[in-house]
């Protein structure tokens, strides 16, 4: 018996994303990222949110217009500038949001910590730099290491390519990135797909996020984003 739920919009799927709550969003960049679910959840009107994600946003779209409309507190991310997240930007220089830089290979371990159980691990990466500030350092067989906590959502936003109902997914190349250790890492997780088939149309082998992970599908319109937006 699936325990996931088919939605029939958008705006279903994310309906009780509470204020303050703490959200991964997949997408490497617009690759991957939950364009729809974003947008539904800017109509939902939910504030002062925690989101964690590879980047700060692109251009106008997706996370760029969350972030535009006001609504987030705070970003974690690996890479917060580039050249086409001026949204961000514009909102960091001016004391509006919070920034905490996780490093990207340690941005999905921690990640992956929380959907394991993992309650903490040491890892090489920022000993010796700012990042490490505040964190518990340890010599382990003669190399330093800092402390890291898993990163746990209320919620996470992810894309893939495929879902069956009973809420196995399939992701489409680079789309992947993200969405396999936030599924895993959030109480709620929610899905923007581009199909939805019946149980045993898809290839088990393929199959990346198994249906326990899984909360909530909506099956969406396939279009192609820039950050100028949809085509």
Same mark, same amino acid.
């Given at each position: 018996m699936s325990r996931a739920e088919i939605l029939e919009s958008a705006d279903a799927a994310v309906a009780g994303i509470e204020d303050g709550a703490t959200v991964l969003v997949g997408g490497f960049g617009l690759a991957g990222m939950?364009?729809?679910?974003i947008d539904a959840l800017i109509r939902q009107g939910?504030?002062?949110?925690?989101?964690?994600s590879n980047n700060?946003?692109?251009?106008?779209?997706?996370?760029?217009a969350l972030l535009a409309a006001g609504r987030?507190?705070?970003?974690?991310?690996?890479?917060?500038?580039?050249?086409?997240s001026w949204v961000f930007d514009g909102l960091y220089r001016e004391g509006r949001i919070e $920034? +905490?830089?996780?490093?990207? #290979?340690?941005? *999905?371990?921690r990640m992956r910590a929380a959907g394991a159980g993992i309650g903490a691990f040491y890892c090489p990466t920022a000993v010796g730099t700012p990042l490490a500030e505040g964190k518990e350092e340890r010599e382990i067989d003669g190399r330093?290491?800092? $402390? +890291?906590?898993?990163?746990? #959502?209320?919620? *996470?936003?992810?894309g893939a390519h495929v879902a069956d109902t009973l809420g196995n997914l399939v992701y489409r190349k680079t789309a992947r990135n993200f969405g396999p250790v936030m599924a895993t890492?959030?109480?709620?997780?929610?899905?923007?797909?581009?199909?939805?088939?019946?149980p045993g149309k898809l290839d088990p082998e393929a199959v990346v996020t198994p249906s326990i992970?899984?909360?909530?599908?909506?099956?969406?319109?396939?279009?192609?984003?820039?950050v100028q937006g949809a085509r």
């Open positions: 939950p364009f729809d679910l939910a504030k002062d949110l925690t989101i964690v700060a946003g692109n251009g106008e779209v997706g996370l760029a987030v507190r705070k970003v974690l991310c690996s890479f917060p500038r580039q050249s086409d $920034l +905490e830089v996780v490093p990207q #290979g340690n941005l *999905a371990e330093k290491y800092l $402390l +890291e906590y898993p990163i746990k #959502g209320d919620y *996470a936003l992810i890492a959030a109480t709620t997780t929610i899905v923007q797909v581009d199909e939805v088939v019946e992970y899984v909360d909530r599908i909506v099956q969406v319109e396939a279009r192609h984003y820039t």
